[in-house]
């Protein structure tokens, strides 16, 4: 059947692209997406809200030396507009923002090119950007870039995460101060008033529905009348920074859905992006999808969740994309492949080789070991092994790059020392790879599993007066507000004792390494556990840079994850 061809209207204030199924109009030269019409909604993005602020590309940037997570704010709008591709099946076009010295202190030293594709038949419509920094050009730091769209607030009221998170949410409107109280961080906001009855007294925090990047696949909203779904579907990780256990946010009220390319949340100046003089950057982010879907019966509008998995599916089976025009993007014909078996040797176990399956194994940018935690300039490509440790990693950028692992029940990570170049084509076998533990001699003890997850701890029930309904018996109920101060509340009159034989660390040991504040001399108590893990533990995946500061604990504890805070300790002779 004759299905309607991609159109491409071209006016002088904005630019159209329709299908037949959707239509996305955007500014021009600027780039940002203004409206998107789809089943029988005139615009499914917040038209109480001026054009700027529904569909666009932004990011954070600071002077070279800078020190911090901040910096200018900066929604790209492009000066130039070009059609890269416009026929039947495809309409690529380009919105560019080109540096020059006259703009230095103004904007970043970036030429940015922000990208929007509509494929026929397709019910959606794709994004992606290309940065790039020229050697001598200004150096700067880049804490963050995304793509944010904020959906109508009289339409989306059902947010979408995962399968266990899922719910109705809060309007706008609650977090205004008359309707909310602020909390500890701008973030948290106590409904004491909402619009509807049924949040009050409920913590809205949007660092409550953040994932790792591993699980971060799709996301969105649903809306009932008409039944109609907008997600926001990310086929692969391999621009994002951080590697797979790094957090990142999602959706959240206002109604927004994010796609969070570079960030340094939950991880702090380590993963800001820093040039140095004289350095060249090149870096293209996406392409994501922005997928829409509908049903006709309001009582399966549920179901258009299932759908978008589904699309999800598609996406991946579908990448890397053969339709980007961009020579930036390379398709799977110019990438590579490299597959091979991880075994463990811990002699105190086994003298013999153990396969270590389940493991995350993975190529990033040469460094250091376990420096693709911090890694942010470059691509990363994960996979996790088999039954028998044996792995393969395709569709792979061509570069220089380390192999990288580690393994679930064993401390450390792995590094190869050898620097793999991936070339276009290549199918580089590594062969049997061992990896061993660092031990000094045989386990007396242990607290928890060093798998780079808290979960198997103790998780405190919430404040009654700061909860989140959704994470009440839940799975990530680490993630209420305010755990970190039910750790004073649990222990007033000093630190917990853990004795060896006799405690339990599913009910004795607290799931997260915090700081009490001490009222008598209005400072904090540092003799706490963090002291004796530091002394004693080997630590797999501890952040303690903050530390020292009250504000930055709370605002990290409060968006913590497992992954973050997570260690075993052991004591071994």
Known sequence: ??????????????????????????????????????????????????????????????????????????????????????????????????????????????????????????????????????????????????????????????????????????????????????????????????????????????????????????????????????????????????????????????????????????????????LNPGEPWKKVFGPVFMYLNSVVDKDNALSLWDDAKEQYLKEVHCWPYSFPASEDFPCSDQRGKISGRLQVLDRYISHECIAANDAYVGLAPPGDVGSWQRECKGYQFWTKTDGDGSFCIGDIRTGDYNLYAWIPGFIGDYRNDTVITVTAGCEIDVGDLVYEPPRDGPTVWEIGIPDRSAAEFYIPDPNPKYINKLFINHPDRFRQYGLWERYADLYPDGDLVYRVGLSDYKKDWFFAQVNRFNSTILGFNFTNQVTYLRCLSTMTNLWTTNKSSKDATNSLMSRSCPVTWSFAMKMIV
């Open 1 to 274: 059947m004759s299905t309607p061809r991609v159109q491409l209207l071209i006016e002088d204030q904005h630019v159209v692209m329709d299908n037949g199924i959707l239509q996305v109009t955007l500014s021009n030269p600027g780039g940002l997406v203004t409206g998107i019409q789809y089943n029988g909604i005139d615009n499914l993005l917040e038209v109480l809200d001026v054009e700027t602020n529904r569909g666009y590309w932004d990011l954070v940037w600071s002077q070279a030396g800078s020190t911090g997570t901040t910096g200018t704010f900066d929604v790209f709008e492009g000066t130039t507009f070009r059609v890269i591709v416009e026929n039947e099946e495809q309409v690529e076009v380009s919105f560019t923002r080109t540096w020059d010295p006259s703009l230095e202190g103004k904007f970043v030293s970036l030429n940015l090119d922000n990208r929007f594709i509509m494929l026929r038949n397709s019910s959606g419509f794709y994004s992606y950007a290309i940065f790039e920094h020229l050697a001598d050009w200004p150096p700067f730091n880049l804490p963050q870039t995304r793509i944010v769209f904020q959906l109508r607030k009289d339409k989306f009221h059902y947010m979408v995460v995962a399968d266990n998170r899922q719910r109705f949410m809060p309007l706008p409107d609650d977090r205004l101060p008359e309707r909310g109280e602020p909390l500890d961080f701008p973030e948290a906001v106590l409904l004491v008033d909402p619009v509807e009855p049924e949040f009050k007294g409920e913590v809205d925090d949007k660092y409550q529905y953040s994932c790792e990047n591993k699980d971060l696949h799709v996301h969105g909203w649903i809306c009932f009348d008409p039944p109609t779904g907008f997600w926001q579907i990310t086929p692969s990780s391999e621009f994002r920074s951080g590697g797979p256990l790094k957090q990142n946010l999602t959706s959240h009220v206002g109604p927004y859905t994010l796609a969070m390319f570079l960030s340094a949340h939950y991880a702090g100046e380590d993963l800001v992006l820093k």
